[in-house]
């Protein structure tokens, strides 16, 4: 499982070096990535229940850390919710659990999955790349990070539309070469691992 874990930890890298930071997805991602703020953590649980606890330690751990040591969380989930409308569903108790842990307004989650589908879109639509990710993943954000980097950055509300001009310009072809080349990465990651101890693990 652990080699499973590192695995899901560098193909995620990989999507948030190349398209998030690459493809500019996110004007916010680039410094927390490179001063080593986000924590990659991994959950191999196969139900709502098991997810729920680990997310449930992952937003308690982010709630209490220093933000310039950590400042978000990037929760992979490896055995649960390979469908995405098992995973849609599930955004509404994981909404419930930032609440009853006192952490709305404090925190605030951010959904990624390898078949994310918007509303009224097709499934080929590329508008839907912008929260494609490798694994579906649960992206913990600090309220009070994201409305500074707003605040920071001009024309945030046109950062939707933006990002969907950008990926149709790519093209299908040119999303597809981006996903092989993080795959490309994380072999390179994959093929210099070894197991460790202090591995990071969702609640570890």
């Not at 930071?21 to 703020?37: D, E, M, Y």
């Not at 990002?163 to 299908?172: F, R, V």
């Not at 691992?193 to 202090?198: A, G």
Request: hydrophobic share 50%; net charge negative.
């Amino acid at each position: 499982m652990e080699r499973e874990a590192a695995r899901a930890i560098a193909e995620t890298r990989a999507w948030v070096e190349r398209a998030v930071i690459g493809l500019n997805l996110c004007p916010f991602a680039r410094a927390v990535q490179s001063k080593g703020l986000v924590r990659y953590a991994v959950s191999d649980a196969r139900d709502a229940d098991g997810v729920l606890a680990a997310l449930r330690v992952e937003m308690a751990a982010l709630a209490v850390a220093d933000p310039a040591e950590l400042d978000t969380t990037i929760l992979i989930l490896t055995g649960a919710f390979a469908d995405f409308a098992d995973y849609n569903d599930f955004l509404d108790p994981a909404e419930a659990a930032l609440a009853d842990a006192g952490l709305d307004g404090v925190l605030q989650i951010a959904s990624f999955h390898p078949h994310y589908r918007f509303a009224g879109t097709a499934e080929g639509d590329l508008a839907n790349a912008t929260n494609r990710s490798p694994w579906p993943l649960l992206h913990l954000l600090r309220e009070a990070s994201v409305d500074r980097a707003v605040a920071a950055f001009p024309g945030a509300e046109a950062i939707y539309e933006r990002n969907i001009a950008t990926l149709q310009a790519l093209g299908a072809d040119g999303w597809a070469t981006l996903q092989a080349r993080c795959r490309a990465d994380a072999d390179r990651a994959e093929a210099g691992f070894r197991p460790s101890p202090d591995a990071r693990r969702a609640g570890a």
